[in-house]
Each structure stands twice: as C-alpha cells, then as structure tokens.
C-alpha cells in the first residue's frame, strides 16, 4: 500500500508516523509513505498556496491550482476511474465537510494499493479541488482542526493496521472495537473474544488485586465458555452506555436481546 500526503507541513510526519505498527509496516516494505511539500508545486517567488475567497469572508483559502499541479504529477489515475472503482486507487480530501471516517471505510481503503491524502488547511480549499480532483472528502470528527494533517496521520494508521502482516495476531484486528460485521463469527474454538462490532469489553492484567481493586472472579477461573459470555454482556453493556448507536444493524442473537433487555430495565429503575 502506497500513502501520499499532500501538505504544506511535511515536517509535521517526521513524527506520527515513526513509531509502533506504521514504523515496523514502513520498514518491512508492507507500507510506503510519500510527503509532497504543496508549496514545491507554486509558481510565485513567496510560493503561495493561499487566498482570499470571491465573495468576501474570513480568513485564506487553498488555492486551486498547486493542488491540481500536484496530486496529477503523481500520475493518478482519472478521477471517472477511481469514482468508479474501476481502479484501486483514491484522492482524498481531509475536509470538515466531508463524509465521516469510519471502521468500515477503513476496511474499504485497506483494500486499496494507492491513496492520496490531501491535507486541507486555513478556512478551507478551493470548492473545485473537492468538485473536479478529489474522489472523497473525508472528516475524522465533528469537530474543526487547524488542518488536516492530523486526520492524514489517524487515517495512515487505521489503514495500516488492517493490511495482512501488520499485526502480529491477525485475529486482532478483527476483534477490536467498531469491527463490525454483519454476523457473529467466533475468532477460533479457543477464543475468549466475543465482542465483535461492539465497544471492546474490559480487560484485566496482573496484579489480580490492586489497590483493593480484585480482578472478576470469572476471568481467573479458566472457564473459557464463562469468559466468553462475561465478556460479550460487558460489551453489551459498555457500548449500550456510551454508543448505543453501534448497536444499530448489528446481529444480535437472541441471548444478546435478553441481556440488552436486562440492561435497559435496570436502567430505568
């Protein structure tokens, strides 16, 4: 998987992205990761990215123009061919207006062999970089950042981690949290896993006793089966408290019903 980040920071990755699974992806060749300095692409003696928009308004706007010099040096396919998935490529833009970065997007980029990642910056980008280059505009949050380096960073890693060889334990990533499938599927006959599309269930190390603070009986007694069904209530419960969206399309056996039922009663009184 080829990443390239388009930017007017490119010092900013000398950092995030050379440490743990993406700096072990990167030197195993599994990933490579290309910083393009946007301002190398200008054609003015102050190398300007930016302006004011038509119409009035606060504060600059990313000029179209090095974008589009840019992004169509990297010789990317046409933009009809990748809205098509006619090819495995894709031209994102990081934007606060774009569709919600998402486990199951992840999924869908992990299936690519190239992305470009446009960083957006000031008060915006040129509304023809999202119309006419870009085949996505993508948003880590509902929240405004300064730019979108950060989500550039965040979408490396979630990417990463999903491409077969990056974990050590491949069933990892599919028991983590938001790793959402449409059916349950147990990890293996010896899995203790069992939250799958759910917030992850809690999780315990030694010392069995900390500060007072016991270990559940249950994950000491080496009864796989208890382990199991403990763990997919405490999923249940943690995701019905704090994402209760989550729960929404996922597969639920009529055993979790009960359990969500159970919840929801004690809920209420």
Not at 52 to 61: A, D, L, T
Not at 135 to 141: A, F, H, K, M, T
Request: a neutral charge; aromatic letters at 6%.
């Amino acid at each position: 998987m080829k990443f390239e980040i388009v930017t007017i920071f490119p010092d900013f990755f000398r950092g995030p992205l050379d440490y743990g699974i993406v700096r072990r992806a990167r030197e195993s060749g599994l990933i490579e990761i290309l910083v393009h300095d946007l301002r190398a692409f200008t054609a003015d003696k102050h190398r300007t990215v930016d302006d004011r928009p038509f119409g009035g308004g606060e504060g600059m706007v990313l000029k179209p123009e090095p974008l589009f010099e840019c992004v169509e040096s990297l010789g990317v396919a046409p933009r009809e061919a990748r809205i098509r998935r006619a090819v495995k490529e894709s031209v994102i833009l990081l934007s606060p207006q774009g569709g919600i970065f998402t486990q199951k997007l992840a999924q869908e980029l992990a299936a690519l062999d190239r992305m470009v990642l446009i960083c957006g910056r000031y008060e915006g980008v040129d509304e023809r970089v999202a119309e006419g280059l870009a085949d996505r505009e993508v948003s880590i949050g509902d929240y405004v950042l300064s730019g979108g380096e950060l989500g550039a960073a965040v979408i490396v890693d979630t990417v990463t981690r999903l491409l077969p060889g990056a974990l050590g334990n491949e069933a990892s990533a599919r028991q983590e949290s938001f790793s959402a499938t449409q059916k349950l599927e147990p990890a293996g006959p010896d899995s203790t896993c069992s939250s799958t599309g759910l917030l992850d269930y809690p999780h315990y190390t030694r010392p069995a006793d900390f500060r007072g603070m016991a270990v559940p009986d249950v994950l000491i007694g080496g009864n796989h089966e208890q382990i199991r069904g403990w763990r997919r209530r405490k999923a249940l419960e943690k995701t019905f408290r704090s994402r209760p969206d989550l729960l929404q399309g996922q597969a639920l056996s009529k055993e979790d019903r009960k359990i969500l039922a159970e919840i929801a009663t004690k809920k209420t009184n």
